[in-house]
């Protein structure tokens, strides 16, 4: 997250939400090539049937 921390870093005066995700989300995107994949990422998909066995949707 350093590297967002480099780009919103000289931002001194947050107006609002709306502002917060107007600069957040060009930072994650420059960001973004830095990031690493998770362990494991190619199991979530079975991590994510099972919780949806074991926890009952209630809509």
Do not use: C, N
Not at 31 to 37: P, Q, S, W
């Amino acid at each position: 997250m350093g590297d967002v921390e480099d780009y919103i870093g000289d931002v001194k005066r947050w107006h609002h939400s709306l502002q917060r995700h107007w600069w957040m989300a060009p930072a994650l995107f420059e960001a973004e090539d830095g990031f690493r994949r998770l362990t494991g990422y190619d199991d979530l998909p079975k991590l994510k049937a099972a919780l949806k066995e074991a926890i009952p949707d209630d809509e």
